[in-house]
């Protein structure tokens, strides 16, 4: 195997960090595979079918020239060095077809000397396309899609030829066309062509929709956990529920819905009744986090979903929280935003639409904004864009979401854009910027009215909402007291005293006005002067001889059994709790329905859901090390569990 002693050697010639680099870039193809032991390990996951599949969807369009050419140079240096056998006769059987079809000549390659892969390409003079196919020769090298032989030939991927058969490799563009008319950088831009507001602006209008759409939906789905159907997503009406509840609409709540599982803050939970998607441990700590911090992780979800929520092809149920098997997703939002990152502001053209329609064909055969654009996108990821079905609507829905999100605004990338083009991970200095700090204190009115103005703390939301009603939202948010909305925060555990103590430190003037102080002691007057006693559930028998025997039974003290009628028991455990102790004490009991029917009992099939292990960022310097066999600095250790 040549080719991987070559890819082995090339792989350790490099730094720890360079390695690590490797990793990190090819880190969703490498984690469905076992964990690399040594190089050769590595080198065999990289050049794996299912790896390269992944990995060529984000080449664009220099390397993924360069590898076609070296792919198909390499393959007929092969046939001439070792001739496959012949073609079968007509009629031949099936596994006579299939092995002249896998023969060793048609999986072989060869090393290909780089001049042959330059003039393949029309890149053999000094200039821009000889320089453009060097730099894409090196990033192949990087990437590990490729390896130098010892006397600098070029040793690509048994596979990539099948891999990239279909490929039309075309002419060798060494930049990406321009997404607005050629003389659009000579004009001066119009001033009224300018828009009103910078994308910065936009942005910030977006972000923080994004936020308070968020924590409503969030919110909704820890009061009310949503019920997935059996064939897997969510069903319409649970879709349209949080949708009313978060806000917004029903193709946005899809999006936010993918995100938040993506960003482990809801989960899938099989119970009893079936699977339910409620909010994880992690939300907690979500929520005590700076708003900027809130919008990072979801926002970093975004660019490797395998799906475009809010596109639901026709004939197709929209839903929400199914495992995407869109492979080509990530490739088409990489590209939309990179040809949008040089289009300067004013220039930019609208959104298309939604629903999609194909722009019409002009008789004079002129780009439109539409095409330019599409066709840039084409040069930055050519196997993910226009070659796939359905690629204006896809990209469409793509550049829709992109705007809800704040990263496009005006047909240009925001600030917040280029930060996720540019590194993902690195949200919170631009999420900082855009929105303000959270408000501890509100303003209480004589009206019985609270207002916050702007977006109010995890704690003062918390409190305002416990003991009043949300009444309405935007840049200032208004909580209305009423005897309803106290009493629910008496029935919550507080008291007249605690809970106006609580409300004058969350006073921005210290004091509260007398109606609201008037409001809480009279709903407090009334409260608790009926009891409702607890009880889990109920025993019932006719015989009162057999019950009193139960509420007397020492083994059964647990249960907390009280009578309340001379043939009814309250328990304070629920019915499976209660049924095990009384089998357990001997008795033979059996369990009713609400109408009165004996039920058959099935055993649960409950089953705890564990998140997965959150990610180390030291894990692939961590592995780096060990694979290249230097020993780890003491600081750079990663923990334990991390991948």
């Given at each position: ?208 929709t994004l936020a308070a759409t968020l924590d409503r939906l969030l919110a909704s789905l820890a009061t009310q ?419």
């Open positions: 195997m040549e080719g991987l002693d070559a890819l082995t050697r090339s792989l350790a010639q490099r730094t720890p960090e360079q390695l690590a680099a490797l990793l990190t870039r090819h880190a969703e193809p490498l984690a469905r595979r076992p964990a690399p032991t040594e190089l050769r390990g590595l080198a065999s996951a990289l050049w794996s079918y299912e790896t390269l599949h992944h990995l060529v969807l984000h080449l664009d369009h220099p390397r993924l020239q360069v590898l076609t050419a070296t792919a198909r140079i390499s393959q007929e240096r092969a046939r001439r060095a070792a001739p496959g056998p012949a073609a079968p006769a007509p009629g031949a059987d099936y596994q006579s077809l299939m092995a002249h079809r896998l023969s060793f000549a048609h999986l072989a390659t060869e090393p290909v000397p780089p001049e042959d892969v330059l003039a393949a390409l029309g890149a053999t003079a000094p200039g821009r396309p000889r320089t453009a196919a060097e730099s894409a020769l090196q990033a192949l090298y990087d990437d590990g899609l490729a390896a130098p032989a010892d006397d600098g030939a070029i040793v690509v991927p048994p596979r990539t030829p099948q891999l990239l058969a279909a490929h039309d490799p075309g002419p060798l563009l060494a930049d990406a066309p321009p997404t607005t008319p050629h003389d659009a950088d000579d004009a001066a831009t119009p001033a009224a062509a300018v828009p009103p507001t910078s994308p910065h602006d936009e942005s910030r209008a977006a972000a923080a956990p949503a019920a997935l159907r059996k064939s897997g997503g969510l069903a319409v009406r649970e879709i349209k529920r949080l949708a009313k509840t978060a806000g917004a609409t029903e193709e946005h709540t899809r999006l936010l819905l993918d995100l938040a599982l993506a960003a482990d803050l809801i989960a899938l939970t099989r119970t009893p009744s079936g699977i339910t998607a409620l909010p994880t441990a992690a939300y907690d700590d979500w929520l005590g986090r700076p708003p900027g911090a809130r919008l990072a992780p979801v926002l970093a979800a975004w660019p490797g979903l395998w799906d475009i929520p809010t596109h639901t092809p026709f004939g197709e149920t929209p839903t929400a929280l199914v495992r995407g098997h869109d492979r080509h997703a990530p490739a088409l939002r990489h590209a939309l935003l990179a040809a949008l990152a040089t289009v300067p502001h004013g220039a930019g053209s609208p959104l298309p639409p939604l629903p999609f329609t194909a722009p019409p064909e002009e008789d004079t055969g002129s780009p439109t904004p539409w095409k330019d654009l599409l066709r840039a996108a084409d040069w930055h990821r050519p196997l993910a864009v226009t070659q796939q079905p359905m690629a204006g609507e896809r990209a469409a829905h793509t550049l829709h979401e992109a705007a809800y999100l704040g990263l496009t605004a005006h047909g240009t990338l925001t600030p917040l854009g280029c930060a996720l083009l540019t590194d993902s991970q690195a949200l919170d200095e631009p999420l900082a910027d855009l929105l303000p700090p959270l408000l501890e204190q509100a303003h209480f009115q004589a009206d019985l009215t609270a207002v916050v103005p702007g977006r109010p703390a995890a704690a003062l939301a918390a409190l305002l909402g416990a003991a009043a009603d949300r009444e309405s939202e935007g840049h200032a948010v208004t909580w209305r007291f009423t005897p309803v909305s106290v009493r629910r925060a008496l029935d919550a555990g507080h008291t007249a005293d605690t809970l106006l103590e609580d409300l004058t430190r969350a006073s921005s003037a210290g004091t509260l006005p007398q109606p609201l102080g008037y409001l809480v002691r009279d709903a407090a007057r009334a409260h608790g002067r009926m009891r409702v006693l607890p009880a889990a559930c109920c025993i019932r028998s006719d015989d009162e001889a057999l019950i009193g025997e139960l509420a007397a039974h020492r083994a059964l003290q647990d249960l907390g059994l009280r009578t309340i009628a001379p043939t009814v028991l309250v328990s304070a455990r629920p019915p499976a709790v209660t049924l095990d102790a009384l089998r357990a004490a001997g008795y033979a009991p059996a369990l009713e329905s609400d109408t009165g029917t004996t039920t058959v009992e099935r055993l649960p099939t409950h089953r705890a859901t564990a998140l997965a292990p959150t990610r180390d960022h030291r894990a692939p310097l961590a592995l780096a090390h060990r694979l290249l066999g230097v020993p780890v600095p003491p600081g750079e250790a990663a923990h334990p569990g991390g991948a």
